[in-house]
């Protein structure tokens, strides 16, 4: 079985991913996992933050920012 789709349904088990809004963190050169998860929402959006993402398309409801994430500190 793919580790990208086992994941996701298992992410997708946990926690109803249908209509969540995600971040995903280091999603690599291509965010297979977004990609993944994507296809499982009906609703929702995945932001996706790496360095090193490789970016040649445009997808509906995944947002591709290539820098680190840094959180907002207190």
Sequence with gaps: MNPYKAFSELI???FDIKDKNIVEIGGGTIPRLAMRLS???NRGSITVYDPNLYI???YSN???IKRNFYPISN
């Design 12 to 14: 997708n088990k946990q």
């Design 62 to 64: 995944i947002k591709l």
């Design 39 to 41: 296809d499982m929402q």
């Design 56 to 58: 040649k398309k445009t």
